[in-house]
């Protein structure tokens, strides 16, 4: 992850624990116009470098050649596991996501499932009861699991997506860390995780190199801020919340036959975060639903980042170090959420807590 994928309320929610240790369009205005700000998935609700040459291209991250909107969708209509990525105060994230998950939904028998990092998985029974409801609108959902008061961006950013979830008849997957547990996990990282826990998660040490890249990557995402021992206990809450994430989305394909995680890009990434957790949790003989042996496929990674002005690739706007193929399947451009300098936030915090 980086510094842009992190909303002020992140940092410092993030912070704490380190201590401890207008209205986006709805999804069916996404167009394919060709206008050089727009194309393809304009008009752009973030104006923010909207016209930078970088802004609008689809990249297949393999062999670094630009796709269409076409040759996109194809793709994820074809797979079977789709992870989502975002820059979570974006808005034309989330539109994007309502568009490919609408195209992810079309043709298949049954409702794909839905599972979001947002939520926390012990708000599950609301959303089950949701279910028996004839109707449910978007807000019934934000109503339901106090999104509001729970640190994420506001509902009408994250509205495109839910209302194209809802739209697909798709069941709704809590799967985030709940606050109380986090805590545990970073006062108690010995005990808050039982021994089952850590074989059903596959949660064994990552290997040294991946290690040392997870820490470097909160250090920075911290503004360089946090020590280096602080990173490794906040990794291990990272690797928890990604091996969990990995868990549900197992589940839910093995439930409904298809399931898409909407998800912050820095678990998205292919290297050390879901889609690794996927491939360990695969090898271990690990059951779901009426006895059935887990065995999900490889999902297909969408990475969606923001321009940045002195960006001249594609790779200057990904995390450093990180080579797009290993990283994931697509890289989509959009232009850059306008937001407070987040690092003068954090500085300003961190001062507040060392008075």
């Not at 839905?114 to 998985?121: C, D, G, Q, S």
């Not at 809590?174 to 596959?202: M, N, T, Y």
């Not at 879901?274 to 695969?282: E, L, S």
Request: charged share 30%.
């Amino acid at each position: 992850m980086n510094r842009s994928m992190l909303s002020r309320r992140q940092l410092l929610a993030r912070a704490s624990a380190a201590a401890l240790i207008s209205l986006p369009a709805p999804a069916a205005l996404i167009t394919t116009a060709h206008a050089t700000s727009a194309a393809p998935f304009g008009p752009w609700q973030t104006k923010l470098f909207a016209d930078h040459p970088l802004v609008g291209r689809i990249l297949d991250a393999s062999t670094k050649a630009d796709i269409g909107l076409s040759a996109l969708e194809r793709r994820v209509e074809e797979s079977a596991l789709l992870i989502l990525g975002e820059v979570h105060d974006n808005p034309d994230h989330h539109r994007i996501q309502a568009h490919l998950f609408t195209r992810f939904a079309q043709k298949r028998k049954r409702p794909p499932a839905a599972v979001f990092e947002m939520i926390p998985y012990d708000l599950q029974p609301k959303l089950d009861a949701l279910r028996e409801r004839k109707r449910i609108t978007a807000d019934d959902v934000f109503d339901a699991v106090d999104w509001d008061h729970s640190g994420w961006p506001s509902r009408d950013i994250y509205r495109p997506i839910m209302q194209a979830v809802l739209a697909a008849n798709a069941p709704i997957i809590a799967a985030g860390l709940p606050r109380k547990r986090i805590k545990a996990l970073i006062d108690r990282p010995d005990s808050a995780v039982s021994r089952q826990e850590i074989g059903i998660l596959r949660l064994g040490p990552l290997p040294d190199e991946l290690q040392q890249a997870l820490e470097r990557d909160i250090v920075k995402s911290h503004c360089d801020m946090i020590s280096r021992e602080t990173a490794r206990k906040m990794s291990f809450v990272q690797r928890m919340r990604d091996a969990l994430l990995a868990r549900h989305l197992a589940l839910a394909h093995a439930r409904e036959g298809s399931a898409a995680l909407i998800c912050g890009n820095g678990h998205a990434r292919k290297d050390w975060a879901v889609p690794f957790y996927i491939k360990r949790q695969r090898k271990g003989a690990y059951f779901g639903p009426q006895g059935k042996r887990l065995s999900p496929p490889d999902p297909l990674v969408i990475w969606q980042a923001e321009a940045r002005k002195d960006a001249r690739d594609v790779a200057d706007l990904l995390p450093e170090g990180a080579e797009p193929a290993k990283l994931a399947d697509i890289v989509i451009i959009t232009p850059r959420a306008k937001r407070k300098d987040q690092c003068e936030e954090f500085r300003r915090f961190m001062q507040r807590k060392r008075k």
